[in-house]
């Protein structure tokens, strides 16, 4: 699987204010990708797309607030053609 690795910034609403987070994507050993967000210096979730749904691995995000990141990444990554 080729995932994009470059690190990228997008804005999405967080407890109710816009937050910039910083998006890395990442691997498991098995090769399924999900990315890590951060925000200022915490990691606040990591989420991955799995068959067409966003899903939190890890963290306390609400479940519409990670469909929020997930759809700012899915139009991220078309926006640059990035294929994961």
Same mark, same amino acid.
């Given at each position: 699987?080729? *995932?994009?690795?470059?690190? #990228?910034?997008?804005?999405?609403?967080?407890?109710?204010?816009? &937050? /910039? =987070?910083?998006?890395?994507?990442?691997?498991? *050993?098995?090769?399924v990708a #999900?990315?890590?967000?951060?925000?200022?210096?915490?990691?606040? &979730? /990591? =989420?991955?797309?799995?068959?067409?749904?966003w899903?939190?691995?890890?963290?306390?995000?609400?479940?519409?607030?990670?469909?929020?990141?997930?759809?700012? =990444?899915?139009?991220?990554?078309?926006?640059?053609?990035?294929?994961?």
């Amino acid at each position: 699987m080729e *995932t994009g690795k470059e690190q #990228f910034s997008i804005e999405a609403t967080i407890g109710g204010k816009r &937050t /910039q =987070i910083q998006v890395t994507p990442a691997e498991t *050993t098995d090769g399924v990708a #999900f990315y890590k967000c951060t925000a200022g210096s915490d990691e606040i &979730t /990591q =989420i991955r797309n799995d068959e067409g749904f966003w899903k939190q691995v890890w963290g306390d995000l609400s479940d519409e607030e990670v469909k929020a990141i997930g759809a700012v =990444i899915d139009s991220y990554q078309e926006k640059n053609k990035i294929v994961s």
